[in-house]
């Protein structure tokens, strides 16, 4: 076994994944990929965003196929031992596995980094075939192809982890990306010694090879082909069983499915279905605890690169999208390099294949509680998005009105808001008043669960604020009114009876026990002016209760 040929690495890494207590079966794809050996269908390239298990297929689909190790004991346990292509390609085929994401010892180069993998190539070839002579000049793709010519029967599986890693490393120019392009064209494409290439990556190759290069692969991203659309991320049973599986193993769970869903559901399929982050679904089941697993396990600069270098263009929706609006957009995943995005719409698109932004319908959004964190933070750190930036600083301010009943303060928050120029706040139906509320309520997020349009009593509540941190604080219901008076608004929390939500009992204790309180928003377009009025629904609940 050599560096790359047949190397002992991908089993390694997948048994690892296997033994884990969430792991979930995706062999299955490796019987729609088995067809396509030795066809011209035969050049496959998934793309999604970083840690939605490209990798551990990667992994899987190398220790499968790899003749260099008997991986039976593994994958006679898996869907694919159902297939009636089992038995013939279960470690039968040498396959070549290159992680692309691997540097060199201080690597500063594009050829550094190219000539390591070429060496490495060029000796396990040497290895595993003494009768073919190999030439000083020999590029890697003459060697393979006299080792063809010496043994017709040998065709190789390729699969090629994070192929467009090296895009994204400081040290490389854009002669050495055609570079690369033209590398990678001369290995694969009308190679006669290729059985199959299976390639990952971030982004589309389309966006980096501008003629015929590489045009032969077949590319698979979340939201253009259905196929493979469910492979990479875990569906929704997925979790439910994932689920299942960490109530039996933990004696005091801490987390619940709902919970799960807020947090990491929200990205799309082309078939429509729901998937969530995969790494974020693991460490929150492991750790039995909610965080940002996936913001934090990698590089998050790109985010704040687009935005504070085309604050203009992003700025308005950005702060729909932060008050849970979907934002129409044309996104072309084929649009997403790194660092040379102008109009809105191509940063939109750079951020939905990098997995900021989640696409479906026609329109872009925030996909779940995750990325949301990450976007209020930004949008208070964040003095370039102006307006926006304002507003979320006053939220502090705005949450601390609503608890004292300083309906006064609230009032000037919110003209505060509605005297900054922009088109957001014309304040044309509730839409646009329910995005300023939001955003003048974001400091809330950090202690409360804010659910918007969320039922209630005999309705649906426009905002309901439950206090998750401290269950003694104060419940909020917020009612918004355009052309009708704050007087209304709180009616109608009554008459609906909203405030039922918080007399939830846990184990015949309350759930909620602080005051539940009423808040009237109005906005009158005729005056242009706001007007609030809080009302005490329920006292807090004595302790002994």
């Known amino acids: 076994m050599g560096n790359y040929l047949n190397s002992a690495e991908p089993l390694t890494a997948f048994t690892e994944v296997y033994k884990s207590p969430y792991f979930v079966d995706k062999s299955g794809m ?235 559901d929200g990205y799309s399929a082309k078939s429509g279905s729901h998937i969530y982050n995969p790494r974020s679904i693991v460490a929150a089941l492991t750790n039995n605890n909610l965080g940002n697993y996936w913001t934090s396990s990698g590089p998050y600069d790109e985010i704040y690169y687009y935005i504070d270098h085309n604050t203009d263009a992003v700025r308005d929706s950005l702060a729909l999208m932060v008050s849970g609006i979907p934002v129409r957009a044309n996104v072309r995943e084929y649009a997403a390099t790194a660092m040379n995005l102008t109009s809105k719409d191509e940063i939109l698109s750079a951020m939905t294949v990098y997995g900021f932004l989640s696409f479906e319908k026609g329109c872009v959004r925030i996909p779940n509680r995750e990325l949301m964190e990450r976007f209020d933070d930004m949008l208070q750190k964040q003095p370039s998005l102006g307006y926006v930036h304002q507003l979320a600083r006053e939220s502090e301010k705005m949450l601390q009105a609503t608890l004292n009943g300083d309906t006064a303060m609230m009032c000037s928050v919110l003209e505060f808001a509605h005297n900054t120029e922009t088109p957001l706040l014309n304040y044309n139906s509730e839409t646009e008043l329910t995005a300023i509320v939001n955003l003048i309520y974001l400091a809330a997020r950090d202690s409360y669960r804010i659910e918007r349009e969320d039922k209630a009593g005999i309705g649906y509540v426009d905002f309901i604020f439950y206090p998750e941190i401290d269950r003694r604080a104060d419940g909020i219901i917020l009612e918004l009114k355009v052309d009708h008076t704050v007087d209304e608004a709180i009616q109608q929390i009554k008459d609906r009876r909203y405030a039922l939500n918080f007399e939830k009992m846990i184990g015949g204790i309350p759930q909620y026990t ?23 629904l329920r006292e807090a609940l004595a302790p002994s209760m």
């Open 30 to 264: 490796i019987s729609e990929i088995i067809p396509r050996i030795g066809t011209t269908e035969k050049y496959i390239c998934i793309t999604r965003p970083r840690r939605f298990g490209k990798s551990v297929m990667a992994n899987m689909i190398g220790a499968f196929f790899s003749r260099g190790y008997d991986a039976e004991d593994i994958f006679a346990n898996l869907q694919i031992a159902a297939s009636p292509f089992y038995k013939e390609h279960i470690n039968q085929h040498p396959v070549i596995a290159i992680s692309f994401n691997r540097l060199p010892r201080r690597c500063n180069s594009y050829e550094q980094y190219i000539s390591r993998i070429e060496q490495n190539l060029i000796e396990d070839l040497a290895e595993s075939y003494p009768q073919v002579r190999i030439r000083p000049d020999d590029a890697v793709w003459d060697v393979l192809k006299r080792v063809y010519q010496a043994e017709p029967e040998t065709r190789f599986i390729f699969v090629l982890d994070e192929w467009d890693f090296i895009f994204h490393r400081h040290f490389v120019t854009d002669e050495d990306r055609m570079e690369y392009i033209d590398f990678l064209s001369n290995l694969l494409k009308d190679q006669p010694y290729v059985d199959l290439a299976y390639m990952t990556g971030i982004l589309p190759i389309a966006k980096y090879s501008s003629g015929s290069e590489l045009n032969m692969f077949l590319e698979y991203t979340m939201a253009s082909e259905e196929m493979f659309g469910d492979i990479l991320g875990f569906t929704e049973s997925e979790v439910d069983q994932l689920f299942d599986r960490f109530q039996l193993n933990q004696r005091n769970p801490k987390i619940t499915r709902s919970d799960l869903k807020m947090w990491y």
């Open 514 to 536: 602080g005051r539940v309180l009423g808040v009237g928003i109005a906005y009158d377009k005729k005056s242009k002016e706001h007007t609030c009025k809080i009302e005490v």
